[in-house]
């Protein structure tokens, strides 16, 4: 059941110091919790620290987003453009969540941010549009681009249905869903796997390319930018598309509290992590217009599969499934997060107490875990994938723009707050500016996915002060939540974390 908000403490205001509860196990550890407990321990080195980074954001953005950015585009030298302007803000972004890493030493990402810097309200809102929208639509997201991939060898004559696709992609979120709730360990090591496979299929696709380019296929880049002129309704959903695609550099930030030396650790590991995505995604998209003409390119429903078929002759079977493995580790890295998220919130009473709960065996945060399953299967069956994506951008890049912005007011609100790494002022101005005047511009070019999404965030409103604020709940109503967490208990055979008496 829910639990009263967490609320300051008199040294210094933060909503944080003091008020861990639990603790989840690293995903690098696969030593079992001690008396019950499950401890976080500093495990993510600078190496390990990118590998999460690259792992994360190298996943189906980059075979998905080259269709929306060209068709919202409509030139190879303004998606070119897109996809470099895209990948310098994503940095801008990483390098402010790099200083706040740096500062607030708490896991949980997004959710920590706000808390500390604008408090209890504003906060829940962002982790109930976490749990209703944002972390659902991801993965329904990523899932169909695997489902998708995952079927296109034996498809290759002919259209894959569409039921098909989402009946295997619903079997993906399935298996990601019992792999987390299972085992740390193994999440762990296949995590490992398929960072592997990201960078295979990455690199597949570039080294081709790269050759292509010194044999001097360079038809479709002369006049680069002739064609359809870009809309004012166009460029914004183009950069929704590419921000999707290089999105993932906030996940570090959910483990603040695992990586050795952060301080050092966590601005190394964004800078050298989105310097890599952003010269392999770019080169990556102009390997594709080496083979593949703007129009092709915009027919293709797997450009990577198109682009392999075409220099690779039978090897380009492989290319889907390397795609798809791909997009399964995204799946798998997300939602072992993003579970961590909701554990803190609970952990601060903001989210059903259920959910801050580990399996007594496993050490595993289960409902945490299988909370977003019914969520991501209402997604998937109901919603094409780019609508989702344009459903899901409004609500993230509202709230990392958000975040951003209490970066600005942290610096007047605790000015005396130590920051070992401090980004210049103009960064975040500039990100926290562009997040926002893309969700305004969104919501005039897709209103009808917006508007969905801008109204169910509203509804955390409501929810905040039925659920945390109000304490005169009818005694019948409080009874029947009990019942219901001792029931879930029993059944997931899960127990509440122990406090961390040295924490």
């Known amino acids: 059941m829910f639990r009263k908000a967490a ?23 696969g030593q079992p919790a001690r008396q019950g407990k499950v401890v976080l321990k500093k495990k993510v080195t600078l190496l390990r620290g990118i590998s999460i980074i690259i792992g994360t954001i190298i996943g189906a953005g980059i075979f998905i987003s080259p269709k929306g950015i060209l068709k919202n585009t409509g030139s190879v030298g303004m998606s070119l453009t897109v ?11 990483a390098l402010c969540y790099a200083e706040l890493g740096t500062c607030i030493k708490k896991s949980g990402g997004h959710y920590t941010y706000i808390l500390e810097a604008f408090g209890p309200l504003p906060a829940f809102v962002r ?4 749990l209703l929208i944002i972390r659902p639509a991801a993965t329904a997201v990523i899932s169909l681009a695997f489902g998708r991939y995952i079927l296109e060898p034996f498809f290759m004559q002919c259209e894959i249905p569409e039921l098909a696709i989402k009946l295997v992609t619903a079997v993906g979120i399935t298996l990601v869903m019992v792999l987390n709730s299972t085992s740390v360990s193994w999440s762990a090591r296949i995590q ?13 696709i570039i080294v081709p390319g790269v050759i292509q380019l010194i044999k001097g296929e360079t038809e479709h880049f002369k006049n680069a930018f002739a064609g359809n002129d870009a809309s004012i309704m166009g460029l914004p959903l183009a950069f929704y598309s590419g921000m999707y695609a290089y999105s993932g550099w906030f996940y570090l930030n959910f483990v603040t509290e695992e990586v050795e030396n952060p301080e050092k650790n966590i601005p190394l590991a964004i800078c050298i992590s989105m310097i890599i995505v952003t010269v392999g ?4 998209n102009v390997a594709y217009f080496t083979t593949i003409s703007p129009g092709e390119l915009l027919l293709s429903k797997a450009v990577a599969v198109t682009f392999a078929e075409r220099l690779m002759g039978d090897f380009s079977l492989a290319v889907p499934v390397f795609v798809a493995l791909s997009c399964f580790g995204s799946m798998n890295g997300g939602v072992f997060a993003v579970s961590r998220m909701f554990f803190v919130a609970s952990r601060e009473g903001h989210l059903p107490e259920i959910l801050s709960m580990i399996h007594v065996r496993k050490h595993t945060p289960l409902p945490a875990v299988i909370v977003l399953h019914p969520l991501t299967m209402i997604m998937l069956f109901n919603g094409d994938l780019y609508s989702l994506l344009n459903f899901l951008s409004f609500a993230r890049w509202l709230f990392i723009g958000l975040v951003v912005a209490g970066l600005i007011y942290l ?18 101005a500039l990100f926290s500016f562009t997040c926002l005047f893309m969700v305004a511009l969104s919501l005039y070019a897709d209103p009808v996915n917006t508007g969905i999404g801008f109204a169910i965030t509203l509804t955390g409103i409501p929810a905040y002060y039925l659920f945390i ?12 939540l009990g019942k219901i967490t001792r029931t879930l208990q029993i059944l997931l055979e899960v127990i509440p974390a122990e406090e961390d008496q040295k924490s």
């Open 7 to 29: 609320v300051p403490t008199v040294s210094n205001g933060s909503y944080l110091q003091g008020q861990a509860n639990g603790k989840l196990s690293s995903m690098d550890s």
């Open 83 to 93: 996809w470099t302007v895209c990948g310098i803000l994503s940095l801008f972004g």
């Open 127 to 130: 982790v109930w549009v976490e």
């Open 192 to 204: 490992m796997f398929l960072t592997f496979c990201k960078l295979v299929a990455i690199l597949i």
């Open 281 to 284: 995604y770019v080169l990556t």
């Open 411 to 428: 610096r007047y609100k605790r000015p005396d707050m130590p920051r070992p790494f401090k980004v210049p002022l103009f960064i975040p």
């Open 469 to 480: 604020v109000w304490d005169n709940k009818p005694k019948w109503f409080r009874k029947l």
